[in-house]
């Protein structure tokens, strides 16, 4: 199996920041796209930002110019610096890996357990 461990969430301040931290481990062959979504109280699953194995980015328009993802292959970790938070960015924060266990398997996602963020004064 592969397991996603997340870290680094917690209550700041609006306009403060937080660096979230997710290491894979396990069976593991490959990880494709890794990424960061996130849920609020009563809304869906959404997308924050993805990255590619060789790096290639993608954000939500909501965190764009604000929250910078990265990963360290080696590691098999990804990273997710996130600034000028706002009260809007409360939510659970999931480590999504695409990941394969055996070079003949598929690939499938793994989820982390999730991280809380709370954005409030």
């Known amino acids: 199996q592969v397991q996603l461990v997340e870290s680094g969430g917690g209550l700041v301040q609006p306009g403060g920041s937080l660096r979230l931290s997710c290491a894979a481990s396990?069976?593991?062959?490959?990880?494709?796209?890794m990424g960061w979504y996130r849920q609020a109280a009563g809304k869906q699953r959404e997308l924050v930002a993805t990255?590619?194995?060789?790096?290639?980015?993608n954000y939500a328009d909501s965190v764009k110019g604000r929250f910078t993802i990265s990963r360290d292959n080696a590691a098999k970790a990804v990273y997710l610096q996130m600034n000028s938070l706002k009260p809007e960015d409360t939510a659970v924060y999931y480590c999504?890996?695409?990941?394969?266990?055996?070079?003949?398997?598929?690939?499938?996602?793994?989820w982390g357990q999730g991280t809380q963020v709370t954005v409030s004064s």
């Open positions: 999504n890996a695409d990941a394969r266990m055996y070079y003949y398997t598929y690939v499938r996602a793994y």
């Open positions: 396990g069976r593991i062959f490959s990880i494709d796209d």
């Open positions: 990255i590619t194995s060789g790096g290639r980015t």
